[in-house]
């Protein structure tokens, strides 16, 4: 032994044994913080949400309707969370556009 470094005894099989399980452990916790985060999500959305489609313009803003933003009490500058879900088109599967834009 040299100065702080202290020498560690390599594993025994029992430690080797319990290593899946160690990680197993720590994988499960960290699914279920996971699940709690989209939990919390979900009861959000469920309670104070609004579903509207928009078109995507210029620089890829998109605005919420009057409406919406009126029914949530969003003034300009409220920090929103936004998930994204592209309208598919049945024909060939990207992304649609309304008749306005050549679908």
Known sequence: MTGSMVEKAPPTPADLARLPFDWMGRAVASQA????????????????????????????????????????????GALVQVIVAPIRSERNNKPARDNQNGD
């Open 33 to 76: 913080h996971l699940v709690e985060d989209w939990a919390r999500l979900m009861g959000n959305l469920a309670h104070t949400n609004a579903v509207f489609k928009t078109r995507v313009q210029k620089g890829g803003r998109i605005s919420i309707p009057d409406a919406e933003r009126d029914a949530l009490g969003l003034d300009e």
